[in-house]
């Protein structure tokens, strides 16, 4: 299990090793005083991950948490059925931090969707640093308040979504929000989904979001390729939504 590896070998690295030169500095730490910053670099590692490596499973005792500096990552949790995705971790998220604060196991697995670089802060030596730099604890607190209105938004987007379609819009246009560039063809979606995985995000079944997905593509709406999908019409998307 390669974060157990990562948390057997953790050592100090310099903080200069690529955090000066991150162009999302987007987390929760990254505007911290300078010294608290340095303190934070010193009990963190930085590693490389592969496409389709997992940062930690469901379940696991949270040996730390995992700062996503580079790529992105998928949120699984298991069922009955297999793993179902929940959600894309974007650059600047902070995976495993509930578990950590609560103590309990890692609510859901975490698996690299493209290659990656991942900061990993041990159980003890994050408590620590949490409990010695109150504005670190604050900035904490705050990602933690942000991941619960946003479990808080998906469960009622798929509660109260009148139709299937209209939680696919909904999807669509907060990948357009979150993770995407605007170009000359329109809003090109940075992330590649899977019709399955698209399906388990929604409550869907596959079939049904490919003949969505066709019905949109027939009406110019969006168009998809092997990189993922541009947005043409982002109004017309809009317009499924019944507000």
Not at 181 to 190: I, M, S
Not at 211 to 229: A, E, T, Y
């Amino acid at each position: 299990m390669r974060s157990s590896v990562i948390a057997e070998t953790i050592k100090p690295i310099s903080p200069d090793a690529h955090c000066d030169m991150c162009i999302y500095h987007s987390n929760a730490f990254c505007h911290l005083p300078e010294d608290t910053l340095r303190t934070f670099y010193e009990i963190s590692i930085q590693e490389e991950f592969d496409e389709g490596e997992y940062l930690f499973f469901e379940g696991q005792k949270p040996e730390g948490v995992y700062v996503l500096c580079s790529g992105r990552a998928k949120f699984l949790i298991g069922s009955n059925k297999g793993k179902s995705l929940m959600r894309i971790a974007l650059p600047g998220e902070i995976l495993g931090l509930n578990a950590v604060m609560s103590g309990k196991p890692y609510e859901g697995s975490a698996e690299m969707l493209n290659s990656g670089r991942v900061r990993f802060i041990r159980h003890d030596a994050f408590m620590n640093f949490l409990r010695e730099n109150g504005p670190a604890s604050f900035r904490a607190a705050e990602f933690i308040s942000r991941d619960y209105f946003a479990v808080h938004e998906q469960i009622r987007s798929l509660a109260l979504s009148g139709s299937v379609i209209e939680k696919l819009a909904k999807l669509l246009l907060h990948l357009c929000e979150t993770d995407a560039d605007e170009t000359a063809d329109g809003t090109h979606l940075k992330i590649s989904l899977t019709h399955e995985e698209i399906a388990q995000m929604i409550g869907t079944s596959r079939e049904t979001v490919t003949r969505i997905l066709s019905d949109l593509k027939s009406r110019r709406i969006i168009h998809g390729n092997g990189s993922g999908f541009i947005i043409h019409d982002k109004i017309a998307l809009e317009n499924l939504i019944d507000n």
